[in-house]
């Protein structure tokens, strides 16, 4: 079973333990991005251990194209799978809904896909997303939802969360009856639901309200960093997270820069994910305290300081901007390995630095300061 034990609070912001079948996680907490069961940018579960990732992130959907979420079951699970012996979140296959979105028809069933590789029909539903994360073994599940355009009409968005609430019931359902088969690796699996509602405060906080009902065993804001701006994000976050329960996991979904992180941080968000720092990565840039740096640009020929002054990670430890920039004008894979590994480890580490400024009670100062540091990015 698991347990979310709050350890400290300041303001709305919580530092929190959440122990799982799979370890414990300390929040607020960054999810590295395991999209394929690979981080991109050839990062090995090894990697992801000496920047500091304490859960990583797989997709249903991708993971059920290819390999196969069958297979992935016959093999032993998805953490054997990928040698990673510390928690897994699984997302549910709904964002794929928007964004496949000329690839799909959605009914109350579910919806119907065209693979994204060759064109072949694919259906899932609620009963399905939870099936396929079951064999994935996870160790947390989404469920399977809608995420509407940030910016669509109240005539579509209302009806799309209010089929999304009958979803997530019968996923509930689908799990509670997956964790007692004998077949099933990991038995205690849990289960977030995911709030919904566009920009509009009324059916956020409503649906916020009906699915805490639920009790479940944590709650995501979805359907932001999809178009919206940051205010209407911020504004967002501030209407839901007032009527989440206070005592499970929040996870806001997709983001997002580290400016958002610790704008959702002082609002009572403690789960992230985002391929900003993989993505980033893999086109040269890279973060620091004191804002982003692109390595293409030629001011760094003949710089012969890490990425940034200070820094554990293994691309700072050993080598230079004008080496890591000569390895991506050469197009040579290692360039965009160091990068993506000295992204991770900054975001790791940037949650770290934020769990001990809210260990020490400074958590707002810590904010401001670093903001004002890094020009907002």
């Known amino acids: 079973m698991s347990e979310y034990t709050i350890l400290k609070t300041e303001g709305r912001a919580k530092r929190a333990r ?34 500091g990732c304490q ?28 040698v990673w012996d510390r928690p897994i979140l699984t997302d549910s296959g709904g964002f794929q809904v928007f964004s496949l979105a000329k690839l799909r028809k959605i009914k109350e069933e579910g919806v119907t896909f065209r693979c994204h590789i060759d064109g072949h029909k694919i259906f899932m539903g609620p009963e399905e997303s939870m099936q396929i994360q079951s064999h994935l073994a996870s160790t ?39 964790n007692t ?10 289960l977030f639901g995911i709030n919904q509602g566009a920009i509009f405060p009324d059916i956020r906080k409503e649906h916020a309200k009906t699915i805490a009902d639920l009790n479940l065993d944590g709650y995501a804001i979805g359907g932001l960093a999809v178009g ?23 996870y806001l979904m997709g983001v997002g820069t580290p400016a958002n992180i610790l704008e959702a941080v002082e609002r009572g968000v403690d789960f992230f994910d985002c391929v900003y720092p993989s ?11 004191d804002g982003k740096l692109n390595l293409f640009n030629q001011q760094y ?73 890094m020009n907002g990015l």
Not at 55 to 81: A, C, M, W
Not at 279 to 289: A, E, F, L
Not at 316 to 337: D, N, P, Q, V
Request: include cysteine; proline fraction near 5%; aromatic fraction near 8%.
């Open 279 to 289: 993505r980033n990565g893999r086109h040269g840039h890279v973060y620091t305290h």
């Open 18 to 51: 959440f122990d799982t079948v799979h370890g414990t996680v300390q929040t607020p907490v960054f999810m590295n991005v395991g999209t394929v069961a690979a981080i991109k940018g050839a990062v090995g579960t090894e990697d992801l251990k000496e920047v």
């Open 140 to 178: 947390i599940a989404m469920a399977f939802d809608e995420c509407p355009p940030a910016m669509e009409e109240r005539s579509y968005v209302q009806p799309s969360v209010d089929r999304t609430t009958r979803w997530l019931v019968r996923c509930k359902a689908e799990m509670d009856r997956l």
């Open 228 to 250: 919206e701006s940051h205010e209407q994000m911020y504004d967002t976050i501030d209407v839901v997270t007032e009527y989440l329960p206070k005592d499970k996991p929040t």
């Open 301 to 373: 020929e003949k710089d012969m300081r890490p990425i940034e002054e200070g820094c554990g990670c293994p691309a700072c430890r050993r080598y230079s901007r004008a080496y890591i920039r000569h390895l991506l004008k050469a197009k040579e894979m290692l360039g965009m390995r160091l990068c993506v590994l000295h992204n991770l480890y900054f975001y790791n580490h940037l949650m770290e630095e934020i769990r001990n400024a809210l260990d020490e009670g400074c958590f707002t100062g810590f904010k401001s300061d670093l903001l004002a540091r």
């Open 181 to 190: 088969l004998p077949e099933t690796i990991n038995k205690e699996q849990l």
């Open 55 to 82: 859960i990583q992130l797989s997709n249903t959907y991708h993971l059920h194209v290819r390999p196969t979420d069958t297979l992935i079951h016959e093999l032993g699970g998805l953490h054997k799978f990928m």
